[in-house]
């Protein structure tokens, strides 16, 4: 069965560094997103994104972040200068279009920063 | 705005007894629910959702529009379904660009005991 694949499983980064997060979504998905979540806390949305752009995205989502589709099948999440706040575990996930659509989840990508 | 609340952080039931996880949500508009379910160590996946009304795992839950609740029941729980689940919500007919991010619960962690 297709899956979602995120990498790396686990990142560390110093503060103030920028980092990639990647994903390969489904193949055949359109709508593409990012979530996070804060060591005991909840899954919170942070960006969709659609026919090659932004669809919609939190407050949490500032300038600090971007998303990008770089070559039709990697997903990626830049997260500029990172701070420790920014320590989390970061889900992608895909969906085919239609509203009765599920969304499949990567295993995420822990990123801890230091 | 879209809330969901699941009250219970931890639950703890013995093997063979029924189990009823609690959902409820806050949104003006049409929702969509969906149970995910996390396996240690493993990835968000769908266990059920309230449009498709059936039932995986031999669990089910009905959407209540005047309790605005979602409560996931087994009549039997399994030590196989311990993990954590997570209630969400999806605002329907905002169309397909906007308003297709999934709200979630904070999660219940549910231990069947043997």
């Known amino acids: 069965e297709p899956e979602v694949t995120q990498t790396p499983s686990h990142q560390v980064t110093q503060m103030g560094q920028e980092v990639i997060l990647r994903c390969v979504p489904i193949?055949?998905?359109?709508?593409f997103y990012w979530y996070r979540q804060i060591l005991g806390q909840k899954v919170e949305f942070l960006v969709s994104?659609?026919?090659?752009?932004?669809?919609?995205k939190s407050e949490i989502f500032d300038d600090q972040f971007s998303v990008e589709r770089p070559d039709g099948s990697n997903f990626t999440l830049k997260i500029r200068s990172t701070k420790l706040e920014d320590s989390a575990m970061y889900f992608c996930?895909?969906?085919?279009?239609?509203?009765?659509?599920?969304?499949?989840f990567g295993q995420g990508t822990r990123l801890t920063v230091v | 705005a879209q809330r969901v609340t699941q009250p219970e952080k931890l639950l703890s039931v013995f093997k063979g007894a029924p189990v009823e996880l609690k959902c409820n949500y806050s949104?003006?508009?049409?929702?969509?629910l969906f149970w995910y379910v996390q396996y240690s160590r493993q990835r968000l996946q769908l266990l059920l959702r309230?449009?498709s009304r059936e039932s995986i795992k031999g669990f089910t839950a009905d959407l209540n529009k005047g309790e605005t609740s979602f409560h996931l029941k087994k009549p039997f729980a399994q030590e196989e379904d311990s993990a954590m689940y997570y209630c969400?919500?999806?605002?329907?007919?905002?169309?397909?660009?906007?308003?297709?991010?999934?709200?979630f619960g904070e999660g219940t962690q549910l231990t069947v005991n043997p």
């Open positions: 996930a895909s969906r085919k279009g239609g509203w009765n659509t599920e969304a499949f």
């Open positions: 193949s055949n998905h359109l709508y």
């Open positions: 994104f659609y026919n090659n752009e932004i669809s919609e």
């Open positions: 949104y003006s508009g049409s929702p969509e």
């Open positions: 309230h449009i």
């Open positions: 969400a919500l999806r605002a329907r007919g905002a169309g397909e660009t906007s308003g297709s991010r999934l709200t």
